[in-house]
């Protein structure tokens, strides 16, 4: 069964980077798409970028330089790094697996993340 | 593309049938999915390429649409049912959601 599982710190100051890791069983990441969504308060969902079977990734323009996804094949994990944080990146941080390339087949359960001074 | 979903909130009981809709500002084809989200749970997709259930998903749960207006039909509720409820289009990038349609027990 493929699961996935975000951890990270709950709690980010504005400016710094907030970095988040998914770690994934019962599938290698080696294979597939994996993505990080994210849901605001309020419940507004955005696709934030994914990270190909290849390591390639792509990412939504409207973080522009602000994001990094990369991955550790050996730890089957991969990883979100935002930089520059304000308290609009308040939000909770899901990862998860593509079924048909663009849709989301498995998800983690999600960690909030608190953007606050 | 955005996508509009409506309604936003939804209040029925047990049995009923519901159904919700999911307007994009352009053609996504048929490229796009629905999602259910239950505190504590993760994630689950119920239907994509508009229509397709998913493995696992009642049968009770449909989907019907393509281009710019889809809609998901729940009928005959059960308790499991009420949920949160997301569309995604997945034709084009940046991938898009609605804004979600919360399911409650009347």
């Known amino acids: 069964e493929v699961q996935l599982q975000e951890s990270g710190p709950g709690l980010v100051k504005p400016s710094q980077s907030l970095s988040l890791t998914c770690s994934v069983t019962?599938?290698?990441?080696?294979?597939?798409?994996w993505g990080w969504i994210r849901k605001f308060p309020g419940n507004k969902m955005e696709w934030m970028g994914y990270?190909?079977?290849?390591?390639?990734?792509s990412y939504n323009p409207s973080l522009k330089s602000r994001i990094s996804i990369t991955r550790d094949t050996s730890k089957n994990q991969f990883f979100l790094q935002l930089n520059s944080v304000t308290t609009e990146d308040t939000a909770t941080y899901y990862c998860?697996?593509?079924?048909?390339?663009?849709?989301?087949?498995?998800w983690g359960q999600g960690v909030m993340v608190t953007v606050s001074s | 593309v955005q996508m509009t979903q409506s309604p936003s909130y939804l209040a029925a009981s047990p049995g009923e049938s519901v159904s919700i809709s999911c307007k994009a500002s352009?053609?996504?084809?048929?490229?796009l999915a629905w999602y259910q989200e239950k505190p504590g749970k993760a994630n689950k997709l119920l239907i994509h390429?508009?229509?397709t259930l998913q493995s696992g998903t009642p049968s009770r749960f449909s989907g019907s649409g393509s281009g710019t207006d889809f809609t998901l039909t729940i009928r005959s509720l059960e308790s499991e049912d009420f949920a949160v409820y997301y569309c995604?289009?997945?034709?084009?990038?940046?991938?898009?959601f609605g804004s979600g349609t919360k399911l409650e027990i009347k």
């Open positions: 998860a697996r593509a079924g048909l390339p663009g849709s989301w087949r498995y």
């Open positions: 019962g599938y290698s990441i080696t294979s597939n798409y």
């Open positions: 990270i190909s079977y290849s390591g390639s990734t």
């Open positions: 352009k053609s996504i084809s048929n490229n």
């Open positions: 390429s508009g229509s």
């Open positions: 995604q289009q997945y034709n084009e990038y940046p991938l898009t």
